[in-house]
């Protein structure tokens, strides 16, 4: 039915799933205390409607949404408000975030109703639930979801991607899902479809997941809308662009979204999510995370509570090993290095990392040698070297020329990169320092 090509560039660093992908998921007992950050997604933060001492229930919601382009947040365990205020934060910096305390009995503020036929349901009834679900791209990207299950009218969408691709290193979260809970995947799909008015799905996964093909496969043979594409094991296959252009041939343009050739990708994880919403109104409270590394005394896959804390989890899985040196929100590519295992985890949470010294040792940049590896690699057909220098030398302009702001920042470059330039740093200051002028331009 559809062309079925890779995508150019591209790169093979070490899969290293081996930890954890036939470790069935663990659910981790919420913690004494849980930190709900107000910024958990792209868009404007959600705004607090609870103050100090406030009793709340799980499931409530605790901060509206502030706008369309924006979810609110709720309660992840039953409790009292200790604090709101500023905490640092897993994306850096300290931002604004609601503290609870929890009170061991984890009630919540409405029981989960009986589940709901979708054909019941009316798209914007569905859009409505998803919204008040709070639930954003649970991939990483974590753009709401109801937003981008509304396309305006002259962009109409055809296509359907679910990613279970899950290409960063390391991380086995949606490998398991799909083992452990692939009919709740499918029905979200399928929600997600009926909003649409779509026909055609397709369910994306690597090759290297075969019990994952082979699972999904067999609950889609009877649904002749959904299909599954086994993908070529290549980094990063799982970014939306390149997902696109391997399962359906079509390629977004620089600057474009999916939807301007008819397409929308979504993570397996938020496939789920969509699914409890809509058929039980459960609100986005917990997420699946992948804690693995030489540093993780036992890796697992584990179920925990948004704003429980690294520290929580690592101690859940056995605590630290002796040579543990370096905390990775994220995996290995894509991941941000974290000062301190306080930082709770958020909606775009996939895993938690920790490098033993001889991992984590800082490699010395050299300088740039020419030799192209770069370009050659990039799935965006950039020029990342070229990007980096104008970068270095402040010359952000230039750099926003070559395609600075088209950069996924998915790190092919600096893992291929001889001299060991560290490009992803160089182009996503360059992208900070860019936007901090259009601002002060507005």
């Known amino acids: 039915m559809f062309k079925t090509n890779s995508f150019r560039g591209g790169t093979h660093p070490p899969e290293d ?18 930190l709900i950050p107000l910024q958990q997604h792209i868009g404007a933060p959600a705004e607090p409607v609870v103050e100090k ?13 502030n706008g369309f382009i924006s979810i609110p947040a709720h309660a992840t365990c039953s409790g009292t408000v200790t604090a709101v205020d500023l905490f640092t934060h897993p994306l850096g910096n300290r931002m604004l975030a609601i503290e609870i305390e929890n009170d061991g009995k984890d009630e919540w503020e409405q029981k989960q109703s009986r589940a709901l036929s979708i054909r019941s349901l009316k798209k914007d009834e569905m859009l409505k639930r998803i919204q008040e679900a709070g639930i954003a791209g649970m ?11 509304s396309p305006p009218e002259d962009k109409p969408v055809d296509i359907i991607l679910l990613n279970g691709a899950e290409c960063e290193p390391c ?9 452990e809970q692939p009919d709740l995947i499918i029905q979200g799909m399928r929600i ?29 043979r009877k649904v002749k809308s959904i299909r599954v594409l086994p993908l070529k094991v290549k980094y990063p296959q799982g970014a939306e662009k390149q997902l696109i252009k391997a399962a359906t041939g079509r390629e977004v343009p620089c600057g474009g979204l999916p939807m301007d050739v008819g397409c929308l990708v979504h ?9 409890e919403a809509v058929s039980v109104k459960k609100p986005l409270i917990e997420r699946i995370v992948t804690v693995t590394g030489n540093g993780i005394a036992k890796p697992k896959n584990c179920r925990v509570r948004i704003g429980t804390s690294f520290r929580h989890i690592i101690e859940f899985c056995g605590g630290y090993t002796a040579n543990a040196s370096k905390l990775i929100s994220g995996g290995p590519m894509m991941g941000i290095a974290q000062v301190t295992d306080a930082v709770p985890v958020i909606k775009g949470t996939s895993g938690i990392l920790v490098l033993d010294r001889k991992q984590a040792f800082l490699r010395k940049e050299n ?8 370009v050659d690699v990039c799935p965006m057909n950039l020029v990342p070297n070229r990007i980096a220098a104008f970068v270095e030398y402040q010359k952000i302009d230039k750099a926003r020329r070559l395609g600075l702001i088209d950069c996924i920042e998915c790190g092919s470059c600096s893992y291929i ?13 360059g992208k900070a320092v860019w936007n901090k002028t259009q601002k002060k331009a507005q």
């Open 192 to 220: 997600m479809m009926k909003i649409l008015g779509v026909k055609t799905g397709i369910i994306g996964i690597e090759r290297n997941k075969p019990d994952a093909i082979d699972t999904i496969t067999e609950r889609v």
């Open 171 to 179: 991380l086995t979260a949606d490998h398991r899902l799909m083992l």
């Open 17 to 34: 799933k081996s930890r954890t992908e036939h470790l069935p998921i663990e659910n981790v007992p919420i913690p004494e205390k849980i």
């Open 53 to 65: 001492g406030a009793g709340v229930k799980t499931g409530q919601v605790i901060a509206k949404s």
């Open 417 to 429: 990169c001889p001299a060991k330039r560290n490009l992803v740093h160089y182009i996503k200051l």
């Open 367 to 374: 300088p740039c040698i020419g030799c192209a590896r770069c």
């Open 139 to 149: 991939g990483g990207a974590a753009f709401p979801t109801h937003v981008k299950l």
């Open 267 to 275: 993570n397996v994880g938020t496939a789920l999510a969509v699914a």
